[in-house]
């Protein structure tokens, strides 16, 4: 089960996360010996799966990610995307670099009914040295429909 950082002090150092391959980080958050991210506990989503380009996250969407209309919001569909997407390149980051979000786009083809639970899975279509792009989608658990796609490109940076 994923645990949650609970302060910065609870993150791994920066020398502990070069260490790792970005595979071998994520898969570290889901088996719990790394802690995930707090986005993830504030916005009603966790790390459900993890392969060598390829992330899935699971979450609920519940009244507190509405928008004025009680409707899902569209930066919670937003930041589901970017995780997944972002941490499928994740797992391609060799060990000695880290990566951050360069720019994502999303399409919202319909909205979650709250308390639906959904699957997130991002997948990488391209990794090289300094860039990864990936595609995301957005599906409910039960139903199996399309509620949303995304696409992002990150940069890949080398520190050691």
Known sequence: M????QTLSDLPSQDD???MSGLA??????DGTVPGPPIGHTLGYALHAVKDG???FRGTPEFDVTNPMGTVHGGWYGTLLDSAMACAVMT???AGSVYTTLEYKINITRGIPLG???ACTGRTD???RSTGVASGEI??????????TGSTTCIIMKLR
Request: a neutral charge; proline letters at 6%; hydrophobic letters at 45%.
């Open 116 to 118: 639906m639970e959904i």
């Open 54 to 56: 390829e992330v899935t």
């Open 139 to 148: 599906r409910g658990v039960e139903d199996g429909k399309l509620y949303a």
């Open 126 to 128: 391209h990794t090289g």
């Open 25 to 30: 980080f994520m898969q570290g958050i889901l």
């Open 92 to 94: 391609k980051v060799p």
């Open 2 to 5: 994923p645990r949650i950082a």
């Open 17 to 19: 996360l070069l260490s």
